[in-house]
């Protein structure tokens, strides 16, 4: 059996809200495993998948947004650059791949895109958080 948590709430009482979706799976009447099981919630619970990709999103935008972006985008020594990370790090789900460090990409021109697109997603966000009935 699988139950699911939505929350949006300051949990962490770090002075903002912060939404998250989690689950707990049960075999056999056992707990066995449980946290971002966001595979399992799609396949079980449809009606909570548009909801995912918000997972870790706060009132004042997505985990370290900037830079887990640009991590994700190869413009650190660290690693070479992960697109779909990226992509759903920033919740920019068709970010194109010229962004990236590896393709030659600006890293100035590539957080003012992200700076510029913030305010609407946060937007996008906020109407999110109230369909799945939760206070912004």
Same mark, same amino acid.
């Given at each position: 059996?699988?139950?699911?948590?939505?929350?949006?709430?300051?949990?962490?009482?770090?002075?903002?809200?912060?939404?998250?979706?989690?689950?707990?799976?049960?075999?056999?009447?056992?707990?066995?495993?449980?946290?971002?099981?966001?595979?399992?919630?799609?396949?079980?619970?449809?009606?909570?998948?548009?909801?995912?990709?918000?997972?870790?999103?706060?009132?004042?935008?997505?985990?370290?947004?900037?830079?887990?972006?640009?991590?994700?985008?190869?413009?650190?020594?660290?690693?070479?650059?992960?697109?779909?990370? /990226?992509?759903? @790090? %920033?919740?920019? &789900?068709?970010?194109? #791949?010229? $962004?990236?460090?590896?393709?030659?990409?600006?890293? /100035?021109?590539? @957080? %003012?895109?992200? &700076?510029?697109?913030? #305010?609407? $997603?946060?937007?996008?966000?906020?109407?999110?958080?109230?369909?799945?009935?939760?206070?912004?």
């Amino acid at each position: 059996m699988l139950t699911a948590l939505v929350r949006h709430d300051d949990r962490c009482r770090n002075g903002h809200n912060t939404f998250s979706v989690t689950a707990d799976l049960l075999q056999d009447g056992e707990w066995s495993a449980g946290g971002c099981l966001h595979d399992e919630i799609r396949e079980h619970m449809p009606a909570l998948a548009p909801l995912i990709k918000w997972h870790l999103c706060s009132t004042d935008g997505p985990l370290h947004y900037v830079a887990n972006t640009l991590y994700h985008l190869g413009f650190t020594k660290w690693t070479p650059g992960n697109l779909e990370r /990226a992509r759903a @790090t %920033a919740i920019w &789900l068709d970010m194109p #791949p010229a $962004l990236t460090a590896s393709n030659g990409a600006d890293e /100035a021109v590539v @957080t %003012a895109m992200l &700076l510029e697109r913030l #305010p609407g $997603l946060m937007e996008q966000f906020r109407r999110a958080v109230e369909s799945a009935g939760l206070v912004y």
